[in-house]
């Protein structure tokens, strides 16, 4: 089961994003209860997440290049607080 994110992390995962991408949707769910017990589960009930943002800035941009502005975004909290990241990155009208 998947839950929008409410936590502290989630917080900033959409704060950041937000910012940076100025997104027209926004969802970020957490699935670390899906990992639970396994390899880089923390304990803290925030180490995996699943973004779908939609966002002008993805136009005409290319898969790659989208999930690069998300963990461009997202660096330090990837670097050091988020163990896996699924991203669903689309333009508007996609």
């Given at each position: 089961?998947?839950?929008?994110?409410?936590?502290?992390?989630?917080?900033?995962?959409?704060?950041?994003?937000?910012?940076?991408l100025s997104?027209?949707?926004?969802?970020?769910?957490?699935?670390?209860?899906?990992?639970r017990g396994?390899?880089?589960?923390d304990g803290?009930?925030?180490?995996?997440?699943?973004?779908?943002?939609?966002?002008?800035?993805?136009?005409?941009?290319?898969?790659?290049?989208?999930?690069?502005?998300?963990?461009?975004?997202?660096?330090?909290?990837?670097?050091?607080?988020?163990?896996?990241?699924?991203?669903?990155?689309?333009?508007?009208?996609?």
């Amino acid at each position: 089961m998947t839950d929008t994110a409410t936590g502290t992390i989630a917080a900033d995962i959409t704060e950041r994003l937000t910012a940076a991408l100025s997104p027209t949707r926004l969802e970020v769910i957490n699935e670390s209860a899906q990992h639970r017990g396994h390899l880089g589960d923390d304990g803290t009930g925030e180490s995996h997440f699943r973004v779908i943002v939609e966002s002008a800035a993805f136009a005409g941009q290319s898969r790659v290049a989208r999930q690069r502005l998300v963990n461009r975004a997202l660096a330090d909290l990837l670097a050091a607080r988020i163990h896996a990241l699924a991203i669903q990155a689309k333009a508007p009208g996609e």
